[in-house]
């Protein structure tokens, strides 16, 4: 944080001199001792670091508040709920229902031998991840207006925290997926070693939505309702009900541009222990190297002015 305070070069400067203290009238001297703002009094700037390096340290100064917000949305989510934490259960287990009675039994939908309820839960929980994390940090910003506006720390802790917090949705729902690949009898191999990559590549193609998102939606504030619109979308264009080899072999250059095709499909070979699709997951990671920088850099440009348009 650069800090540039006329104050400590020229100091406090009350009047040009003692004498023209004598000689204000009781109404003057009284204004000056409560302290009217002036064209005397201190300038404070206060600027986010300049350059990617010096702004990844900032954030790294305020790790402690990073954690702090995600514990507090993590544990407010659930403080006064019924079923609490089983609501991260609940979400993912009845859409695994409904889609497999819909689709697995009456559309018989092709899931390669894999139990279709299987099949599906195990798209549904990246794709529910990474959905949740974006719609909580793109409206982050809206959601935090009274910090924003009262202290000063990197703004991209916000959205950063809300993403964070969708971390451990998906720990406790990763948990019903092992017992579902027990009750299936489906051994895990040493592709699940995977996992955590696949993980970390998705955390970070959500936390470069949520910054594109969480900025323009302090702007727009048509972003708020077409972020559900758009991630709903999303779902049906991305293999989380099917399978990508039902997409014709014409169009999968074109499907394999969705960032989520390469982490969904690889994910599943995680779990089944089937063959990887190396090129779609390159085409995933390369869409994401792009997208984050981008968001981050739209993010770091309109940070300035969130305080004036919140």
């Given amino acids: 944080m650069e800090t540039r305070d006329r104050a400590s070069q020229v100091g406090w400067r009350v009047g040009a001199a003692a004498g023209e203290g004598q000689e204000q009238d009781s109404a003057g001297a009284g204004a000056g001792a409560r302290g009217a703002p002036s064209a005397d009094w201190p300038v404070v700037v206060i600027e986010p670091r300049r350059g990617t390096a010096r702004w990844l340290q900032e954030v790294w100064a305020y790790r402690e508040l990073l954690f702090y917000l995600t514990w507090r949305d993590t544990k407010v989510r659930y403080k006064q709920t019924m079923l609490g934490v089983t609501w991260v259960l609940l979400q993912p287990l009845m859409m695994t229902i409904v889609f497999t009675l819909v689709l697995g039994r009456l559309a018989r939908v092709d899931s390669g031998g894999i139990p279709y309820p299987l099949f599906v839960y195990a798209a549904l929980l990246p794709w529910n991840f990474f959905s949740s994390a974006v719609s909580s940090g793109g409206g982050s910003l809206i959601a935090n207006q009274h910090l924003i506006t009262k202290v000063f720390f990197p703004r991209l802790i916000v959205p950063g925290s809300a993403v964070a917090a969708r971390l451990f949705d998906f720990a406790v729902a990763f948990l019903l997926l092992l017992g579902m690949m027990v009750f299936y009898r489906v051994a895990p191999t040493w ?117 004036d348009f919140i």
């Fill in 191 to 307: 592709n699940i070693l995977m996992v955590p990559v696949l993980v970390a590549l998705l955390t970070l193609l959500a936390l470069g939505c949520s910054l594109w998102f969480a900025a323009l939606n302090v702007r727009f504030r048509d972003v708020a309702v077409a972020v559900p619109v758009l991630l709903q979308v999303w779902m049906f264009v991305s293999p989380i009900v099917y399978s990508a080899r039902l997409v014709p072999a014409e169009w999968r250059a074109l499907y394999a541009l969705n960032p989520l095709v390469g982490i969904v499909e690889n994910f599943r070979a995680a779990i089944y222990g089937g063959p990887f699709d190396w090129p779609s997951l390159a085409i995933s990671g390369a869409v994401t190297l792009v997208v984050l920088p981008l968001a981050a850099r739209t993010f770091r440009r309109l940070e300035r002015s969130f305080a």
